[in-house]
């Protein structure tokens, strides 16, 4: 599968309008009833989801979308994520991953090397229900943020960590049907990203 190939199946499976240079609004696909909730500034997105509610209530899985700044930039979004916790599958990817985090309780730093455009390997801890134990993962990484630890949660789980730096790179919650990724699974840089999606829409 080429690169405008894995974009087009990913497309059909998530609005990957990053990619496609958008980064404003709340998308839908009635089809896989999943909404795509992606950065744009508070007002804007206040009013649009305000006016998309009904598109919001009626899907199935939330995805908290990447984006510049850091979570608490986004208030409107983690009202999202707190009002559907426990509810809706939510899945984070990259700043919405630490958006998750964010709200519930993590402290989100400054780490000390910027990645952007980069691969690295990621291995599945044992924490994970999901993938394999210690099964590697090449994966690509846009981000400047990362998870402080120690990070306490009776129910989030890390289920991934970088190779090299040992820092968390994905987080499972089974009893809240919570999932996320520091990295970039939609990436041309992440190897078997598609199937990273699909385990996670089906899970």
Do not use: W
């Not at 839908?28 to 500034?41: C, E, H, R, S």
């Not at 990817?93 to 780490?111: M, P, S």
Request: aromatic share 10%; with cysteine; hydrophobic share 35%.
């Amino acid at each position: 599968m080429d690169y405008e190939e894995k974009i087009k199946f990913l497309a059909s499976l998530l609005p990957l309008d990053e990619i496609r240079g958008k980064i404003i609004g709340l998308l839908t696909i009635p089809a896989q009833k999943i909404a795509f909730v992606l950065k744009a500034p508070a007002g804007q997105l206040a009013r649009l989801v305000d006016a998309q509610s009904k598109k919001l209530e009626n899907s199935n899985t939330i995805v908290l979308s990447p984006g510049p700044g850091s979570p608490k930039d986004y208030p409107i979004t983690s009202k999202i994520y707190n009002k559907y916790k426990g509810k809706k599958k939510l899945i984070g990817i990259c700043l919405g991953y630490q958006q998750i985090l964010f709200n519930e309780k993590g402290k989100i730093v400054q780490q000390k090397n910027i990645y952007h455009g980069y691969q690295s390997k990621v291995r599945v801890t044992n924490q994970s229900k999901l993938f394999n134990n210690n099964k590697i993962f090449k994966v690509g990484r846009y981000h400047s943020l990362k998870l402080f630890e120690p990070f306490v949660s009776n129910d989030i789980k890390i289920s991934m960590r970088c190779v090299k730096t040992n820092i968390p790179m994905g987080i499972e919650d089974l009893k809240n049907n919570i999932y996320g990724f520091q990295f970039h699974p939609e990436s041309f840089l992440t190897e078997n990203g598609n199937f990273i999606i699909k385990k996670i829409l089906s899970a």
